[in-house]
């Protein structure tokens, strides 16, 4: 298997963004109990921060990850400072859905640290939501540690 990373095509950006923003959306309900509505705007603000005009951005680092040639994923990184450290930032990591468990996730991440060392960054960083402990997993079995954790408690009565 023979995975690598390339800088997405202007008309793959066109379909990606939307699908990303609508699927941030909802791992939002599903894995941190954010209500629809406050999910969808959410997600709207902060598409549009990172993306003005719902733009590719030079600030923003976003590949089609593909496996023997083919395309299976994507992965979005961007350099920002976290806590005065120079960071390589996972926004998002996405495999197709029938690509799941063929090891191309870990594959990517691990493209994710040589595009860091590339980058002279000696940091990654990247924020996942409790609920999604597939994700946690992969990203603890590549040495990745828990730097803070949310916790709430819904008393809403059903």
Do not use: C
């Not at 941030?24 to 709207?44: N, R």
């Not at 005009?53 to 030079?58: I, K, M, N, R, V």
């Amino acid at each position: 298997m023979s995975v690598a990373i390339r800088p997405m095509r202007d008309d793959e950006f066109t379909a990606w963004l939307p699908k990303m923003r609508e699927d941030y959306g909802q791992a939002m309900v599903d894995d941190a109990g954010v209500t629809p509505e406050g999910a969808e705007a959410k997600a709207a603000a902060d598409t549009e921060q990172l993306f003005p005009g719902l733009q590719p951005s030079s600030d923003q680092l976003v590949f089609v990850v593909e496996a023997d040639g083919e395309p299976v994923g994507e992965l979005w990184l961007a350099e920002r400072d976290d806590f005065g450290r120079r960071t390589l930032f996972i926004y998002d990591i996405h495999m197709d859905e029938a690509q799941r468990g063929r090891g191309y996730a870990k594959a990517a991440m691990l493209l994710a640290e040589e595009e860091a060392r590339r980058r002279g960054i000696g940091r990654l960083a990247l924020n996942v939501f409790g609920r999604n402990t597939v994700a946690r997993r992969l990203y603890q079995s590549l040495g990745y540690e828990e730097n803070a954790v949310a916790m709430s408690k819904s008393l809403d009565q059903d």
